[in-house]
């Protein structure tokens, strides 16, 4: 069965840093990539789709990246701000269409 | 820019009483999820429905769930006979097709069950 682990599990940063959040999973056999980031009583907000071909996906100051052989994917925040602050959560898709979503990183960023 | 809408936003219902949560997915969507989050777990994913049959579902879904589109806007959750541990946030999510396009996630629903 497909696991996914994501680490650290909180991070704690000063407005400004760049900072990486990596996501993991045991089995190889996927169809893509999802980070979201999830605000507290809030759905899940869709960042970036990463498809399994693919090696990384941008949008603004965001950078997924997706190493399918290792298993691995990094979200990557360039300058972070106060309203980065969220839980962010990785999903991939595995055969059969479903879905596994990691235990999230809860991000705090200081002003 | 168009959203996943779901209904109500909390429920609190006896235990072993029947609940339907509604969710009304993006217009041109194709694809709909229905997924839970156990306070404190991981996410997870309960089933996929396209062309109004079941595409997948996991274990968790089980015969006590069942889903339905009843028109061409409304997607449901039905639990029969809820249990203490079916208390949880409820969301539902759909894309515009299955392969290469995000799914979109509602705000949820906090079922309680008491």
């Known amino acids: 069965k497909q696991e996914v682990t994501q680490i650290p599990a909180a991070l704690s940063v000063p407005e400004g840093e760049n900072l990486v959040l990596n996501c993991s999973f045991t089995?190889?056999?996927?169809?893509?990539l999802q980070w979201f980031r999830q605000d507290p009583g809030k759905g899940l907000t869709s960042l970036l789709l990463?498809?399994?071909?693919?090696r990384e996906q941008t949008s603004g100051r965001l950078n997924a990246s997706l190493d399918k052989s290792s298993g691995r994917s990094t979200l990557y925040i360039a300058a972070s701000q106060p309203g980065d602050s969220a839980t962010y959560l990785c999903?991939?898709?595995?055969?059969?269409?479903?879905?596994?979503f990691g235990s999230g990183t809860k991000l705090n960023v200081k002003p | 820019e168009p959203e996943v809408t779901q209904t109500p936003s909390h429920q609190v219902t006896q235990m072993g009483q029947e609940v339907i949560l509604r969710c009304v997915p993006i217009?041109?969507?194709?694809?709909f999820y229905w997924y839970r989050q156990i306070l404190g777990q991981k996410v997870e994913f309960l089933v996929s429905?396209?062309?109004?049959?079941?595409?997948?579902k996991s274990e968790i879904f089980d015969d006590q769930f069942s889903v339905e589109r009843p028109d061409g806007s409304n997607f449901t959750l039905k639990i029969r006979s809820t249990k203490l541990e079916d208390s949880a946030m409820y969301f539902c999510?759909?894309?515009?097709?299955?392969?290469?396009?995000?799914?979109?996630f509602g705000d949820g629903t906090r079922l309680s069950i008491l």
């Open positions: 990463i498809q399994s071909s693919q």
């Open positions: 429905f396209y062309n109004n049959e079941i595409s997948e």
């Open positions: 999903a991939v898709r595995g055969n059969f269409n479903k879905f596994y």
């Open positions: 999510a759909s894309s515009e097709n299955r392969v290469n396009q995000p799914q979109h």
């Open positions: 217009s041109n969507h194709l694809y």
């Open positions: 089995d190889s056999a996927i169809y893509n």
